[in-house]
Structure formats: C-alpha cells, structure tokens
C-alpha cells in the first residue's frame, strides 16, 4: 500500500470545467511535488513545494494552479486545460527537498475531452 | 547537467531466471543518490532500490542487487529469480544531494515470459 494518497484515480473532463487534484500524506514529509507522465515517457517535475511554500514551477503553464494547504496535503486546481494535457499525475513525497527517496503515489489518470 | 542514460528500451526474462538492466548516468557531483523505481501497468512509481555514491558496498534488497560502478558511472539492476509480478516500466533516476530534482532515465520496459 502506498504512503502517499491521490484521489481522484482516474479523472475525464471537458476544457472548460474547474477540477482539483488531491494528494495526502501522513509521513511527515516537508516536501511535496508533482509531475507529469505521459505514457511510455519518465515522469516530468512540474511543482515543488518545500515547508508549504512553493519553491519550484518548471514554467507550467497557469492552467494548472498548485496549493499546499498544510503540510499534509498538496492540491493542484485544474482550469481550461487543453487536450495534450491528458496524462497520468504522479504526486510525491520526502523528507525535506534534498533528502532522497521520494515516495510516489498511485497517481491520478486525467482526461481532456 | 547530470543526465541519465537506459540504453535498453525492451527486455525479457524467462521467469525464475536473471535479468541485469543497464544504465548510466553523467555528473561531475560527489553527492547524490542512484535509485532504481518499478512501474508497473497499475502505474505506482515503487522504489525497488536506492544506492548512496559514497557507499563502496552494492546495495540489496531481497532479489534485487545492483552494480554500482562509480568511476564508470554505471549503475545496473539484476533481478534474480524472475517472477510475473517483476514485469514493468523500470526507470533508473539521479537524485543530486540538496536539489529537489530527481533525474530520471527513459525506462527499461521488462516483460517475464511464463
């Protein structure tokens, strides 16, 4: 079983819809992230947050909106996204940024119609 | 900037026989970290090994073992023993001390035939 919790698992929607993507952890980890997979492709880092502060955006563009609400949890707000954006997103954790390993979750499969 | 090189697009393993996976890497960096992550179809990106550079000893764990060969800059996976269950995307990813980003190569497809 995974340590790290996304919901939802699989997520279909419109370009004009709002949808958010949830991801938790109980580690204790201070730093959180979240990438990008396409299929066949190595995950691509999009956010990291480090102490609830984000601390890296890897020029994403704004239709997707990060927020680390506490040091739990790690949300990404999804807005107009367009069709190419459909992929799997991978939410991770560890112990501080810098500290290795990061643990991932079970991702969540997103679909642009 | 460190770059991570699986050179091995496909492999397959008879079950319950050996199977290494190759991979390289490039940095001019003392400090960091090798890891090799198994995802299968359910897509979990699961750690299966991690390797510190300053270690000299091979990192085990159970039926997998690696080679780290640090003046090569050669890190790969040998999975004993094969079972279905090993069947995956493997990816062999660069982890630099202090940086939050985590290189990753482009995978190693491995397929155990019955």
């Known amino acids: 079983d995974t340590e790290v919790t996304q919901t939802p698992k699989h997520l279909v929607m419109g370009m004009t819809n709002k949808k958010s993507l949830k991801c938790e952890q109980h580690?204790?980890?201070?730093?959180m992230y979240w990438y990008k997979q396409k299929a066949k492709k190595p995950p691509e880092l999009m956010f990291v947050y480090s102490y609830e502060k984000l601390s890296i955006n890897e020029s994403v563009p704004s239709r997707f909106s990060p927020e680390c609400p506490n040091s739990s949890l790690l949300n990404l707000h999804l807005h107009a996204l367009q069709p190419e954006d459909s992929a799997l997103y991978l939410c991770?954790?560890?112990?501080?940024?810098?500290?290795?390993?990061?643990?991932f979750g079970d991702g969540t499969r997103l679909s642009i119609l | 900037a460190q770059t991570v090189t699986q050179s091995q697009p496909e492999m397959s393993v008879q079950e319950a026989e050996t199977v290494t996976l190759s991979c390289t890497y490039d940095?001019?960096?003392?400090?960091?970290?090798l890891f090799w992550y198994k995802q299968p179809p359910s897509r979990q990106m699961i750690l299966v090994i991690r390797q510190e550079a300053y270690k000299q000893q091979n990192a085990t764990e159970n039926r997998f073992s690696v080679n780290f060969q640090k003046a090569a800059k050669s890190f790969s996976l040998k999975i004993s023993d094969s079972q279905l269950g090993d069947a995956a995307m493997y990816f062999c990813a660069y982890g630099q001390g202090g940086s939050e980003k985590l290189v990753f190569g482009k995978g190693t497809k491995l397929t155990v035939n019955p």
């Open positions: 580690m204790g980890h201070r730093a």
């Open positions: 991770a954790s560890s112990h501080r940024t810098g500290w290795w390993p990061q643990h």
């Open positions: 940095t001019s960096e003392s400090d960091y970290y």
